[in-house]
C-alpha cells in the first residue's frame, strides 16, 4: 500500500506560478512511476506529466509543456509539479497517483494508488 497527500493547491491569478507537492508513505516510493492527473468540473480526468522510477524519464501532456515540471525526490518520497504562466483554463483538482506498470504510462487505469487531490483556481 501506498498513501499519498497532495498539497500546495490554492487560488492563484492567471499567469502566477504553483507548486505541488505529493507525499507517500508506506512502500518504497522509489518502485513506483509516478504521475500527476487533473479533472475540471464537467469533464473527465486527464494526464498532466509522469516521470520514471529514477526521474530520468518524463513525459508531458501537450498542454503542460513548456509550462509545468515535474520532478521527484525520492530521499524525500515526494514528488512535484511546478506549474508557471498558469491559465484560467488550468483550474481543476490536481492528484497525483502512483504506478507499479514497468514503464511510464498517461492512462489512469494503470495507476495503483491515488492521492485525494489539491485544488487549483486560477482567475483571470
Known amino acids: 500500500q501506498v498513501q499519498l497527500v497532495e498539497s500546495g493547491g490554492r487560488l492563484v491569478q492567471a499567469g502566477g506560478s504553483l507548486r505541488l507537492s505529493c507525499a507517500a508513505s508506506?512502500?518504497?516510493?522509489?518502485?513506483?512511476?509516478m504521475g500527476w492527473f487533473r479533472q475540471a468540473p464537467g469533464k473527465e480526468r486527464e494526464f498532466v506529466a509522469g516521470?520514471?522510477?529514477?526521474?530520468?524519464?518524463?513525459d508531458y501532456n501537450d498542454f503542460a509543456k513548456g509550462r509545468f515540471t515535474i520532478s521527484r525526490d525520492n530521499a524525500k518520497n515526494t514528488v512535484y509539479l511546478q506549474m508557471n504562466n498558469l491559465k484560467p483554463e488550468d483550474t481543476a483538482v490536481y492528484y497525483c497517483?502512483?504506478?507499479?506498470?514497468?514503464?511510464?504510462?498517461?492512462?489512469?487505469?494503470?495507476?495503483?494508488?491515488w492521492g485525494q487531490g489539491t485544488q487549483v483556481t486560477v482567475s483571470s
Open positions: 497517483a502512483a504506478s507499479g506498470a514497468v514503464g511510464m504510462t498517461r492512462s489512469a487505469i494503470w495507476y495503483d494508488y
Open positions: 516521470m520514471t522510477r529514477s526521474g530520468g524519464g518524463k
Open positions: 508506506g512502500r518504497t516510493f522509489s518502485m513506483y512511476v
